[in-house]
């Protein structure tokens, strides 16, 4: 079985390109995808560890 691949898209004003990037995701030949949109606006730093 394929790994699951998380595709995580900011949604905040992006209305006029939202469309054209989930037909991108969804046309991609890798079928085990999960689409999670983010919509909050982080108003603190975000550290990757």
């Known amino acids: ?3 699951l691949v998380s ?3 900011p949604v905040y004003n ?3 390109y939202l469309r ?6 969804c046309n991609q030949t890798y079928r085990n995808l999960e689409i ?4 909050a606006i982080m108003a603190y730093p975000v550290y990757h560890f």
Do not use: G, P
């Open 1 to 3: 079985m394929s790994s």
């Open 7 to 9: 595709v995580i898209i």
């Open 14 to 16: 992006v209305e006029k």
């Open 20 to 25: 054209k990037c989930l037909d991108s995701i």
């Open 36 to 39: 999670l949109r983010a919509k």
